[in-house]
């Protein structure tokens, strides 16, 4: 195999630390926001505060990037260059659909604004009342995140690791923010979105489809229909309807880059 496809298939594994210490640390905080009963407590500040930080078209911006077909878009680029990063993506988006659907029709938990009084807190974008817990944006957000981290060489990791993870945060917090999910939603949904992110990491180690020009070029098509899906999709949030058409903009490049850029090698087909 030549030295740019090694580049790519190459498995600079994480420690253990990598795999496990993201997911523990939001489950715990999950179980002590519980235990202690300051869900609704935290919810009201972080919103508040949120409002005060940044307007709602901004904060809009941010919660759709963390949508599903959003997160697909954002991470297409990559696929001219570490295409393993969205074929782990995909093999992760299984375990994440079950784990967040799941937990959504087992514990059916209503949503803030099924809740609170309208005047107690700030609602940006369509009003959501059912199927709280747990947060699907942040579950997405943190499997981008971590197939990103798992994925990188170590030095990549060493220096950009927490600015992914920030960057993941900040897409959670938006979920606060415009009034749709409760901070213990959050914490659980990252957990799982890092654990799924686990999953997909290895079975891209396991089926290396990837490193395949064909597997590139079914990606690529593939990513193509969600730029497509996305451009009419509904996401809820007509504040932020810049920044979906941004990411299809994005991902609809992306995607046709990695489709037409000359290989520098020959791979497999």
């Not at 957000?141 to 990791?157: K, N, Q």
């Amino acid at each position: 195999m030549s030295a740019s496809v090694s580049r790519f298939a190459s498995d600079d594994s994480p420690s253990i630390g990598w795999f496990v210490f993201p997911a523990a640390v939001c489950a715990l905080c999950a179980a002590v926001l519980a235990a202690l009963g300051l869900n609704e407590t935290w919810f009201i500040a972080w919103n508040t505060a949120a409002s005060g930080i940044a307007p709602g078209f901004v904060w809009a911006g941010i919660t759709n990037l963390a949508s599903t077909l959003g997160a697909f878009a954002l991470i297409t680029p990559a696929l001219a260059w570490r295409p393993r990063w969205l074929a782990a993506t995909l093999l992760a988006a299984p375990v994440a659909t079950l784990y967040t659907h799941g937990l959504k029709q087992l514990f059916a938990e209503p949503r803030p604004a099924a809740v609170l009084a309208q005047d107690q807190f700030n609602v940006v974008g369509l009003p959501l009342r059912t199927d709280s817990f747990p947060s699907g944006h942040s579950l997405t957000a943190f499997v981008i995140a971590g197939v990103i981290v798992l994925c990188a060489s170590p030095a990549v990791r060493r220096q950009w690791a927490w600015v992914v993870l920030a960057a993941a945060v900040l897409m959670c917090f938006s979920r606060v923010a415009v009034g749709a999910h409760w901070p213990l939603d959050l914490f659980a949904g990252a957990a799982g979105g890092w654990l799924s992110a686990v999953i997909g990491v290895r079975w891209s180690a396991h089926w290396r489809f990837w490193e395949r020009r064909r597997g590139v070029q079914t990606m690529g098509a593939l990513m193509i229909l969600v730029a497509v899906l996305l451009a009419f999709e509904d996401l809820g949030y007509p504040e932020g309807l810049w920044m979906q058409y941004l990411l299809v903009v994005w991902g609809m490049a992306g995607a046709v880059f990695a489709l037409v850029r000359p290989m520098t090698c020959k791979v497999p087909t």
